[in-house]
């Protein structure tokens, strides 16, 4: 059965890397001693031995660590033999290059369909969708595909931020821009605010954390969806 841990983000203001979830995350890796970290997305440019760095001290306080993919001389041997696995934020298309240019999306699917508990935080939360479509970042690379692992039947829009009324700013709203997706795409879009979380066992996908999302619908008014709702049954056929 699936295990997978989606958040918006790896950061939330006022508090350290991965702070806010660490109470959750104690639980989710219980019966994980070293977690494989994907650093793919380099965060705000770091290196792929500084951005591991960070994530190793931050399990560290729950007594996990931490081993970086491209510290193996195989990556895709790394990925099956995985006791949990977790990817990082950042882009979302170098992300997706490198799981392309590795060749380890077909090792992540089998990992986490045999229930290696899988956590992912901002672009490693795009890429559980159907694609990385709704993601905000720029198109530094061109992946292969912007299919991804499709472990949840709709894409995640990532620190979705709502309209500020006293912004002078005459841009799109993130609701105007997954609008405008959704004129020529049919999947779904779940924006999901800054401290949330989706958390999948199985068939089941629940939205945790203290916010709603906003769960969007081609052809349909947006909808907001409360903590703890069971965001599957907005997919039953």
Known sequence: MKK???????TVHGSGYLEYILPTLTNFFK????????????ASGKTYDEYTEIAR???ATINKEVKGIHEF???????????????????????????????IIPDLTKAIENGIPYLGTSAGS???????????????????????????????????LDPNPDSTHMGETRETR????H?????????????????VNGDSIVLRGNYTA????????AEELETNTEVSQYFLQ
């Open 57 to 59: 001290k931050a399990f």
């Open 73 to 103: 001389n195989n990556p895709k041997e790394a990925v099956q033999q995985a006791e949990a696995i977790f990817t990082g934020g950042g882009n979302t298309f170098e992300l997706v290059n490198q799981l392309y240019k590795n060749d």
């Open 31 to 42: 019966e994980a001693s070293t977690i494989l970290f994907i650093p793919y997305a380099r």
């Open 183 to 199: 004129i020529f795409n049919g999947t779904p879009v779940l924006g999901l605010r800054e401290g949330s979380w989706l958390e």
């Open 4 to 10: 997978l841990l989606i958040a918006s983000t790896s």
């Open 214 to 221: 906003r769960l969007f619908k081609q052809g349909k008014e």
């Open 126 to 160: 795009n890429i559980c969708g159907v694609t990385m479509m709704n993601t905000n970042d720029m198109p530094i690379v061109y992946p292969p595909s912007f299919k991804t692992l499709g472990f949840i039947p709709f894409n995640i829009n990532a620190h979705y």
């Open 178 to 181: 997954i609008k405008e997706y």
